[in-house]
């Protein structure tokens, strides 16, 4: 299992090879049941194995599980993508303002420039910083004691908004990673199930008739590994990304706080 609070932490990889584990385990038992006819009743008419065949002959049971895991895999890859475009845009966004920032510009110009504008990441901490300044020295303050410490709390605060805007959405991978082989399993417990009373009703043990069950078992699993391979790859990057950035930002942070206390204590 996994920590899904942990902004630094990974997904297990033991929870998808315990599940299938578990499943392949499970399905061990049939083979010898089919290798030891007992009966002989009617064959079986022959079953459809292609993927959409083992969809609509599952159980409905099955079939749910299946469409929950198809939808879980297809907003996974949406949560994937939306977020490799997000850390991508914000890399870029805090390497073009590291770069305007340290060009020497006038920090009141950066400031009238960036103001009326919705900022993210480094941009979003100088602004808020930058607003806590002028609004005591415009303010009219009689002392300047505790400017510091109020400018690093709206940073961390600011700093505190973005690592939740970035982790949003790590949740759902989280989950799907390793919830994901487990609802699999569900359906591979119940395809085993469907067999068993398959070869109860038929009386006959033969392959023909364990066969479309086990194939449902299978299917099942693997739609469940679809979903929760990726989610599981991806949660562990983008948490480390995440790590990344933040640490980034609270560099700068440090940095920014160390140049605004000089400046209060020249004018202090």
């Known amino acids: 299992m996994i920590d899904v609070t942990s902004r630094t932490g990974t997904v297990s990889r033991l929870t998808p090879a315990i599940a299938a584990a578990a499943g392949l385990l499970l399905l061990g038992t049939l083979p010898a049941l089919a290798q030891d006819p007992i009966g002989s ?36 890859w949406a949560i994937v993508i939306n977020k ?36 993210h990441g480094m941009a979003a901490i100088f602004v808020a910083a930058m607003r806590e300044w002028k609004r005591t020295y415009e303010g009219g303050a009689r002392s300047l004691a505790g400017l510091n410490q109020r400018i690093d709390k709206v940073m961390n605060v600011t700093i505190a908004r973005e690592v939740e805007r970035l982790e949003t959405g790590l949740l759902v991978l989280a989950t799907v990673g390793s919830a994901g082989p487990f609802v699999g399993l569900f359906g591979t417990v119940w395809g085993i199930m469907t067999s068993f009373q398959s070869i109860a009703a038929s009386k006959n043990t033969s392959l023909a008739v364990v066969a479309p069950g086990i194939a449902e078992a299978l299917f099942a699993t693997a739609v469940g590994l679809i979903a929760a391979i990726p989610a599981t790859i991806f949660y562990n990057k983008f948490i480390s990304q995440v790590g990344r950035q933040a640490q980034r930002l ?3 942070a440090d940095e920014f706080s160390a140049i605004l206390s000089r400046q209060i204590d020249e004018r202090g």
């Open 84 to 119: 490799w475009m997000l850390f991508s845009r914000n890399k870029r966004e805090m390497d073009r303002f590291e770069q305007v920032f340290w060009s020497g510009q006038s920090l009141e110009d950066l400031y009238r420039t960036l103001a009326g504008r919705s900022n």
């Open 250 to 252: 609270e560099g700068f």
């Open 41 to 76: 009743a009617a064959a079986p008419p022959a079953a459809d194995f292609s993927f959409l065949g083992l969809f609509l002959q599952a159980h409905i049971v099955v079939k749910l599980v299946m469409i929950g895991l198809i939808v879980s895999s297809i907003w996974v």
